[in-house]
């Protein structure tokens, strides 16, 4: 399959200078509603990056597949006969029409619903109608459906990758796995998505979820007030800005992860006991197991719009807090709007009960009706409203992400860090959204910027 | 539960959704927490686009809203709180319930089904955002008074329309 190269649109000039910009903490409030941008994000990030796709768990037999998209095309994710996973654009190689028109299910076969050509799970073309009185020449194994060049599976994550010349997923994620392995990999079954995701549409662009994500620690105050004000988080994991709790990692390979911990606690996310002890410390380094014991909060975004929240909470302050896992994707719907796809997870060893309870919390916390997610999503649509102003567009009118910055902080990276990145012991920065930036520039003014050596 | 039932079974059931919606629409939620039992069971499933023989497409697993009598009161708690963006400036919304069907009725218990459309109109927006619903519901009645008991709500939608589901079906 070929990703168009020649075709991309036009660089916007507005990013001329922004890597200049970015050293100094700004950002262009344009690339949030903008056209150009959308349609350069679609073919160099989305056609070009390893994109979450669905997780092992949602396709436990032969024939369960989902529809998900990468960038804005329709895909079908499908569990062959043999047990991989395939990655099938949703589209017949006949006359374009959609072969699958469920969400979710189980199938033998993608049957075209326009002149019957049928498919594979494998997405082999299996016949088509008439085939001795019109199509004796026809080659079946010519007429597949397309499908992704790359699919990998970490961790119960499956990734797809339009470029047929990308870079494998584990040099993509380089020493971020480092983090990944401490959410993904703790307990021999990994984690399990419990039920279907949410979904659901916002009015504001689909990076402002994904920076959000990289460490945007300082709009937990204002932003989810009324969440802390009923006592449904502990104070070390959601309060003001600390040195004893809080540590931002940036940098790490192109990405960034925020941590909420209490040193000499075991925590755990505030998993209970009978959660905890599948956790298997020789799966991870000492470093790592360390670092999960006495963590709080985990929030970080794999680029380009995958991100995941690790975090204890309750949904009623005389509950008990209860540990869970959200990952999402935001989803571009053009420039100025987004869709975000929601799951939440357990370790798969969890007792049913758990993971129920967990459910909840989660849900009650970060989903569309959760306490702290309804007022982020509140307050998003602003920028991409400013973002679309002639106003911007005339003064070039640049965001402050200047928090922490240089000498903005007198609060140094640590030497001692035993991670990889750059690690801050404070959450009083905007490093992580620097670092999204920074690779989302590259990305997107570099015409091939992550490619194979071997090409 | 199969006992008969008459008109006054209806109309007391129709009463009740009615001065339920009321209390909603004019955001009397401590109020509406009084119409809602201590045992209550309050769910409103995600849905998926299914093959017609694979069903409806409700989630045993996942859901939008999922909530016990504790669950409810805190949120209502947050939506007092002036920081409670995603409220403030609230959400107008209007509830039209119809189609009230009553399923099965004993002295103390109701079992009935209702179509639900809430119209809500954010910000400046001109146009409403509708959700349309069934509720499946189970009134008990308590001290002389119906509570809601049980309360199932089946979306027609499987995208929700709306940034943020800050409001109770």
Redesign the interface.
């Known amino acids: 399959m070929n990703v168009p190269h020649k075709t991309d649109s036009i660089v916007p000039d507005f990013l001329a200078g922004m890597g200049e910009d970015l050293k100094r903490g700004l950002v262009p409030v344009r690339l949030f509603n903008n056209r150009d941008i959308h349609e350069l994000e679609l073919r160099r990030i989305f056609a070009r990056s390893w994109v979450f796709i669905a997780h092992e768990t949602e396709l436990p037999n032969p024939g369960d597949f989902v529809t998900r998209p990468i960038g804005e095309d329709p895909f079908i994710c499908v569990r062959g006969d043999d047990g991989a996973v395939h990655v099938l654009l949703n589209s017949c190689r006949h006359r374009g029409a959609q072969i699958c028109?469920?969400?979710?299910?189980?199938?033998r076969a993608f049957t075209c619903p326009f002149h019957g050509w049928s498919y594979k799970i494998n997405g082999e073309l299996a016949g088509v109608p008439a085939r001795r009185q019109g199509y004796r020449e026809l080659e079946l194994s010519e007429w597949g459906l397309f499908s992704a060049p790359h699919v990998a599976s970490y961790a119960g994550l499956i990734f797809a990758n339009l470029d047929p010349d990308a870079v494998p997923f584990e040099q993509y994620v380089g020493r971020y796995r480092w983090y990944l392995d401490i959410q993904f990999a703790l307990s021999p079954g990994g984690m399990e998505v419990?039920?279907?995701?949410?979904?659901?549409?916002?009015?504001a662009n689909w990076k402002q979820g994904a920076e959000n994500f990289c460490g945007d620690s300082s709009h937990t105050q204002?932003?989810h007030?009324?969440?802390l004000?009923?006592g449904?988080i502990a104070a070390a994991a959601a309060g003001a800005p600390s040195k004893e709790h809080g540590l931002h990692v940036h940098d790490c390979d192109g990405y960034a992860i925020s941590i909420r911990q209490n040193p000499g606690e075991t925590l755990f996310w505030n998993y209970p006991e009978e959660v905890t002890r599948h956790f298997d410390p020789t799966r991870l380094s000492p470093a790592q197991f360390a670092l999960a014991k006495r963590s709080l909060v985990h929030n970080g975004t794999l680029f380009p719009n995958f991100s995941f929240l690790h975090l204890g909470i309750t949904?009623?302050?005389?509950?008990p807090p209860a540990g869970f896992l959200t990952i999402r994707t935001w989803q571009p719907k053009g420039p100025g709007r987004m869709?975000i796809w929601n799951w939440?997870l357990t370790p798969k060893e969890a007792p049913d009960d758990y993971k129920?309870r967990a459910?909840?919390v989660g849900?009650?916390s970060f989903?569309?009706?959760g306490?702290f997610?309804?007022?982020d999503?509140?307050?998003w649509?602003g920028t991409a409203r400013s973002a679309s102003t002639v106003f911007a567009e005339l003064n070039n009118v640049k965001l402050n992400y200047q928090m922490g910055l240089g000498s903005m902080s007198d609060i140094a990276p640590l030497r001692d860090w035993e991670g990889p990145g750059t690690a801050v012991p404070s959450n009083a920065g905007e490093s992580g959204l620097r670092t999204f930036y920074k690779t989302w520039l590259e990305r997107m003014t570099i015409s091939n910027p992550i490619r194979s050596d071997a090409r | 539960m199969n006992a008969p039932f008459d008109a006054g079974t209806e109309a007391e059931a129709t009463r009740f959704l009615n001065r339920e919606a009321e209390l909603l629409d004019n955001r009397e939620f401590h109020r509406w927490l009084e119409m809602v039992s201590a045992n209550i069971r309050y769910r409103?499933p995600?849905r998926?686009?299914?093959?017609n023989k694979?069903g409806r497409?409700f989630?045993?697993?996942?859901?939008?809203?999922?909530e016990?009598h504790?669950?409810l009161?805190?949120?209502v708690?947050?939506?007092d709180?002036?920081?409670?963006?995603?409220e403030n400036p609230a959400t107008r919304t209007r509830r039209i319930i119809g189609n009230i069907r009553v399923r099965s009725a004993t002295a103390d218990t109701v079992a009935l089904a209702s179509n639900l459309a809430i119209f809500c109109y954010r910000g400046d927006a001109a146009a409403p955002i509708i959700l349309t619903a069934e509720r499946q519901d189970i009134l008990g009645r308590e001290n002389s008074a119906w509570k809601l008991a049980d309360r199932l709500v089946l979306l027609d939608t499987?995208?929700?329309?709306?940034?943020?589901?800050?409001i109770f079906l």
């Open positions: 028109r469920a969400e979710m299910g189980n199938t419990i039920g279907e995701p949410h979904r659901w549409l916002v009015d204002m932003t007030r009324s969440a004000e009923v449904i949904d009623n302050a005389e509950r869709e939440i129920r459910y909840q849900m009650s989903s569309p009706s306490s997610e309804q007022d999503v509140t307050v649509p | 409103v995600v998926t686009t299914r093959q694979e497409g989630s045993e697993k996942a859901f939008f809203l999922d016990d504790g669950t009161k805190t949120r708690l947050r939506l709180s002036e920081f409670a963006w995603s499987t995208v929700l329309g709306m940034e943020s589901l800050s």
